[in-house]
């Protein structure tokens, strides 16, 4: 009995030793952007590669210098896959890519628009045994090795940049991000709207210039951040809103709460969206009963015709459902569920938004 728990303490102590110099070999990513290759570097007729950008901390360097914030470092290789990239990664560094601290994880456009690529990209990723689903997604507007390579600007690695420009988000209701993992959920399921941020460059710092919107595992293209804001609204994810009156009246929506119900008519499907919430004027004074009155209207009118316009271009343009109901519609309305089973780019089609809107002024004395 005591020889079997000793030798099983000395396995566990060898196999502890053994990671610890594992760990000596291992460089770990905290960002990395996601390319196809250019089309005008690939002979005709031959499959684009990955090019993958790493941004990482240069360990060594920290625990020498004694310095308290990483140095980033950057490399960028050519793959078929990820499996020829972490290859040669490995042939050229002597180390092996451990992804257990990445933080972001931003994709070039061309990958996202094709499947082929972003399938065999996305199985690469869920094979990773340390390859976490909760990585931030980012989209990069012109590249995504360009993005990673601001970190001049940065005070610091990108991947942690990135997360802290996240953690920043004040408008949102809970933390509403992008990632890997709803990303695969969109591959695996294609019931869903993802909107994905698009990052580009401002000042040598990478900002949130729209969100990239895919449906059903489709790429549609680039929204505008006020158009993705609504559909944040109407999936009930917001904390504020800013409604502009005029040049000279802006008004703060805050305590916004959005109800949706779905309904069956004859011509179509038909989601009511009930928003209400409070409004402060940011710009402008309300100096009177009549005039709050007047206000409260206008800012509920002017709520509803720019939700009712989006919604209209939206699924005109890209076939999207702002108010993503598609993906609860099991609880929504059983017997529509059961019409539209395993059809959600039918029902995207069909189906038609109504929205009410109430708001209440705050700022009249």
Same mark, same amino acid.
């Given at each position: 009995m005591w020889k079997r728990a000793g030798a099983a303490l000395i396995a566990m102590l060898f196999l502890c030793g053994c990671e610890a110099v594992q760990l000596e070999e291992r460089s770990f990513p905290l960002a990395a952007g996601i390319d196809l290759?250019?089309?005008?570097?690939?002979?005709?007729?031959?499959?684009?590669?990955?090019?993958? +950008?790493?941004?990482?901390?240069?360990?060594?360097?920290i625990s020498e210098?004694?310095?308290?914030? =990483?140095?980033?470092?950057?490399?960028?290789?050519?793959?078929?896959?990820?499996?020829?990239?972490?290859? +040669?990664?490995? !042939?050229?560094?002597?180390?092996l890519l451990d992804y257990n601290h990445m933080k972001a994880v931003v994709l070039?456009?061309?990958?996202? &628009? +094709? @499947?082929? @690529?972003? &399938?065999? /990209?996305?199985?690469?990723?869920? @094979?990773?045994? !340390?390859?976490? &689903?909760?990585?931030?997604?980012?989209?990069?507007? =012109?590249?995504a090795a360009q993005i990673l390579s601001l970190t001049g600007e940065t005070e610091g690695s990108m991947g942690k940049y990135l997360e802290e420009m996240l953690e920043s988000q004040k408008d949102f209701r809970q933390k509403k991000t992008a990632?890997?993992?709803?990303?695969? !959920?969109?591959?695996?399921?294609?019931?869903?709207?993802?909107? $994905?941020?698009?990052?580009?460059?401002?000042?040598? &710092?990478?900002?949130?210039?729209?969100?990239?919107?895919?449906?059903?595992?489709?790429?549609?293209? $680039?929204? +505008?951040?006020?158009?993705?804001?609504? $559909? /944040?609204?109407?999936?009930?994810?917001?904390?504020? /809103?800013?409604c502009e009156l005029s040049d000279y009246e802006v008004a703060e929506l805050s305590g916004l709460q959005a109800a949706v119900s779905v309904e069956e008519t004859e011509d179509a499907p038909v989601v009511t969206v009930s928003v209400t919430g409070k409004a402060k004027m940011v710009t402008g004074q309300v100096s009177s009963a009549v005039q709050q009155y007047r206000l409260e209207e206008k800012i509920e009118k002017r709520l509803t015709a720019g939700l009712q316009e989006t919604s209209e271009k939206l699924r005109k343009n890209y076939g999207i459902d702002l108010t993503n109901s598609y993906s609860s519609l099991g609880g929504l309305n059983r017997r529509l569920y059961r019409e539209y089973q395993n059809q959600p780019q039918l029902y995207n089609q069909e189906v038609q938004q109504v929205f009410e809107v109430d708001i209440d002024l705050l700022n009249w004395d």
């Open positions: 290759q250019r089309e005008e570097d690939t002979e005709e007729g031959e499959e684009r590669k990955l090019v993958v +950008s790493f941004d990482f901390p240069d360990l060594a360097q210098k004694g310095k308290t914030t =990483d140095t980033p470092m950057g490399m960028s290789l050519e793959g078929a896959d990820m499996y020829h990239v972490e290859k +040669s990664y490995e !042939n050229n560094t002597n180390r070039g456009e061309d990958l996202l &628009r +094709s @499947q082929k @690529q972003l &399938r065999r /990209f996305l199985l690469a990723w869920e @094979q990773q045994e !340390n390859a976490a &689903r909760n990585i931030n997604l980012f989209l990069g507007k =012109d590249s990632t890997l993992g709803t990303l695969m !959920n969109q591959w695996h399921n294609q019931d869903e709207l993802l909107l $994905i941020p698009v990052l580009t460059e401002q000042g040598n &710092r990478p900002a949130v210039t729209g969100y990239g919107a895919v449906l059903n595992f489709e790429y549609c293209g $680039i929204l +505008s951040v006020e158009e993705a804001m609504k $559909i /944040f609204l109407c999936q009930n994810l917001l904390r504020k /809103f800013t």
